[in-house]
């Protein structure tokens, strides 16, 4: 067993009586029970609505300095935005040293059935358990053991809410052990990349009868766009030119607001099609939902392939390939 470092952020875990009594870091460590030797960060005290870029580009930071000294990582927050977290820190993040495990609660301390303590337990054993190492950041929630890169909310209250759809979990952890049944065969890593709080990507989701309006408040405040499209990736035909507009100017990513399944390129090729609009400039999320392809163009942009000249999009095209599975990048 490896040591363990867990980096509190608050959230429903630690909102006893609700927000008027944000519990500390210790406090959580102590109610739930948690091993006296793991060392603990109270790294902030926020519901995970209010995590700004510039708290995750510091704990980033410091999960990888905690990493690279051989300690497993225990990440504990809000849900609302975990699966955003977790998948960042997977851009971000090698695991290959040791294992990276983000949890929280769906139930307050204070409430009938909590479930913090059975999911900081589970996410101890995963970040402790060096068979975990080299997954890439994982999300351990309800016994289960989700791949940042699919797991997703999927419930306002359920205690099983993450799920990854498209992909099914990578194991669970019985009697206190992980039991890792899949192993992902297109990891994260090579798209390890850096993150600039600064940077901003506007994200825009097309609903039945858009005109578009929202697309002229895509300005020079924002360094690219994701598209959260019909379907498998299809927006109405009067919206092709302007977001070929946009696509010249900076990158426009092409995602699916369903939820679940991978962005089509050539089944349809009618105006607003998915074909069409690839063709126009806009560059296809492939499996990524919409929150998490900004946030890997956000990187994207931070390292580099973004800038007042332009922007390198065979380098972007190809990063989303990858992690589509396709070996392009």
Avoid at 75 to 90: I, P
Wanted: net charge negative; aromatic share 4%; hydrophobic share 45%.
């Amino acid at each position: 067993m490896s040591r363990v470092t867990v980096f509190t952020l608050g959230g429903t875990i630690s909102a006893r009586g609700g927000d008027a009594a944000r519990m500390t870091g210790p406090e959580v460590l102590a109610a739930l029970g948690a091993p006296e030797d793991v060392e603990l960060r109270d790294f902030r005290r926020l519901p995970s609505s209010s995590l700004a870029p510039e708290d995750l580009a510091a704990l980033a930071a410091e999960v990888n300095e905690t990493v690279a000294a051989g300690s497993g990582v225990v990440v504990v927050q809000g849900t609302d935005t975990l699966e955003e977290t977790a998948f960042l820190l997977d851009l971000l993040c090698p695991t290959e040293r040791a294992p990276i495990a983000v949890t929280g609660a769906m139930r307050r301390p204070d409430l009938p059935g909590a479930d913090g303590p059975a999911n900081l337990a589970a996410a101890l054993a995963v970040a402790a358990d060096p068979a975990c190492r080299g997954l890439g950041v994982l999300v351990v929630l309800a016994d289960e053991i989700h791949a940042a890169r699919h797991a997703r909310k999927t419930h306002t209250t359920s205690v099983a809410t993450f799920a990854s759809p498209g992909a099914g979990p990578l194991g669970s952890v019985v009697e206190g052990t992980p039991r890792i049944l899949l192993r992902p065969t297109v990891p994260t890593a090579p798209c390890r990349l850096s993150y600039d709080p600064a940077v901003r990507i506007a994200l825009l989701t097309l609903t039945l009868g858009d005109r578009g309006d929202l697309l002229s408040a895509v300005d020079d405040r924002f360094q690219g766009l994701v598209v959260a499209a019909f379907g498998a990736g299809h927006a109405p035909s009067w919206l092709v030119e302007p977001l070929a507009a946009l696509a010249r100017r900076v990158p426009v990513v092409l995602a699916s607001r369903t939820g679940a399944g991978t962005g089509l390129s050539r089944t349809y090729r009618g105006p607003g099609s998915e074909y069409d609009l690839i063709h126009h400039g806009l560059i296809p999320a492939g499996p990524l939902d919409p929150a998490k392809a900004r946030l890997l163009l956000a990187a994207l942009v931070s390292s580099g392939a973004a800038g007042p000249g332009g922007y390198d999009r065979p380098r972007i095209t190809a990063a989303f390939a990858h992690l589509d599975g396709t070996g392009l990048a």
